[in-house]
């Protein structure tokens, strides 16, 4: 069911930086809430962040500080942005989008596209 498309993600020491970017073909993001989520070995999904039609951002608190959503309209992608990482954030993390809203791109929102999801690992 992907049909979004992730690119980012790999391997970094704690303190360092990434940017997951997330692209959709032929659907226009700026129309739909979009969410990042992410899921390490034997853990539930956890939710990341979001970014409403209307640009509002929400955080999951885990990553309140460290981690910013935003939205370029002009290339149809949301992007997250990851300081400070810890291994803790290590995870293969999701987007994921609903024209809904934001409720529904968290963990248990049943967002209607997904993206095939990205290794984030965080060495200590």
């Known amino acids: 069911q992907a049909q979004l498309v992730q690119s980012g993600g790999g391997l970094v020491e704690a303190g360092d930086s990434l940017r997951l970017s997330c692209s959709a073909s032929?659907?226009?993001?700026?129309?739909?809430?979009v969410g990042w989520l992410r899921q390490a070995p034997g853990k539930e999904r956890e939710f990341v962040a979001a970014?409403?039609?209307?640009?509002?951002?929400e955080y999951g608190d885990s990553v309140k500080g460290r981690f910013t959503i935003s939205r370029d309209h002009e290339k149809n992608t949301v992007y997250l942005q990851m300081n400070s990482l810890i291994p803790e954030d290590t995870a293969v993390y999701y987007c994921?989008?609903?024209?809904?809203?934001?409720?529904?791109?968290?963990?248990?929102?049943?967002?209607?596209?997904w993206g095939k999801g990205t290794l984030v690992t965080v060495s200590s």
């Open positions: 970014i409403s039609l209307i640009d509002v951002v």
């Open positions: 994921a989008a609903d024209i809904r809203g934001l409720e529904y791109v968290r963990p248990d929102g049943g967002a209607d596209y």
């Open positions: 032929g659907r226009m993001l700026s129309n739909y809430a």
